[in-house]
């Protein structure tokens, strides 16, 4: 069964400070992988979108990583912001038929 | 531009009353779909649209109707409400039903239903 999952479910940090956010995938046969975020009472808002050949993209202080070999892909956030506060959503294409698997998201606090 | 706007923001229903959710969107985009959001789980697909006149079903389509007689238009029609309807509804677009194309999202609608 395609499936993803996120970790931490929540995540509390200091402002300033860095954080990693984890995706596992088992979604086959894999075409993309994305990184939404959401804040509280809007809609998701695409991060970044890595295919099967990219590694490492970078959108401002996010960097997305992907290991298509294990199946994981992890989101860090550099040098926080209060603004960083949302949630953060993995979400996999499956190829066969442009299926989006989604996760239940990490739910990211940025105290000051 | 406005992107994708979804009235209202806010409804409550009695159990058994119907109701139109709206979605439009300015982008030009051919594809378009319903999700709905619950606690604790990833966004689920209601509906979806590859352009004006075709529509097909998602993950879990039952009790909702979907038309698209326009490029911008995506209504989504609740025929007869139910509490495990009580849900947050986002319309997304997209240029195409392409594996690298972004969804765009709207901002939702929070559905109760009593």
């Known amino acids: 069964k395609n499936q993803v999952e996120q970790s931490p479910q929540s995540l509390i940090i200091l402002e300033g400070k860095n954080c990693t956010l984890q995706?596992?995938?088992?979604?086959?046969?894999?075409?993309?992988l994305r990184w939404y975020k959401q804040d509280t009472g809007r809609g998701p808002v695409s991060l970044t979108i890595?295919?099967?050949s990219e590694n490492t993209k970078s959108n401002g202080r996010y960097t997305a990583t992907l290991d298509a070999d294990t199946k994981q892909s992890s989101l860090h956030i550099t040098a926080s912001q209060l603004s960083d506060s949302a949630s953060y959503i993995c979400?996999?294409?499956?190829?066969?038929?442009?299926?989006?698997?989604w996760g239940a998201g990490t739910k990211l606090i940025i105290k000051p | 531009n406005a992107g994708v706007t979804q009235t209202p923001k806010f409804q409550v229903l009695k159990t058994g009353q119907s109701m139109t959710l709206q979605c439009a969107q300015d982008m030009n985009h051919e594809y378009m779909s319903w999700y709905r959001q619950d606690p604790g789980m990833g966004l689920r697909l209601i509906h979806y649209s590859v352009g004006a006149g075709i529509t097909d079903q998602g993950e879990v389509p039952n009790g909702y109707n979907v038309s698209r007689s326009t490029t911008e238009d995506f209504p989504l029609r609740l025929l007869s409400a139910a509490p495990s309807q009580t849900s947050v509804y986002f319309c997304?677009?997209?240029?195409?039903?392409?594996?690298?194309?972004?969804?765009?999202f709207g901002n939702g609608t929070r559905l109760t239903v009593t």
């Open positions: 890595m295919t099967f």
């Open positions: 997304a677009s997209s240029y195409r039903q392409r594996a690298n194309s972004p969804l765009h």
């Open positions: 995706c596992n995938y088992t979604v086959s046969p894999f075409s993309n």
């Open positions: 979400v996999v294409s499956a190829n066969s038929n442009y299926q989006l698997i």
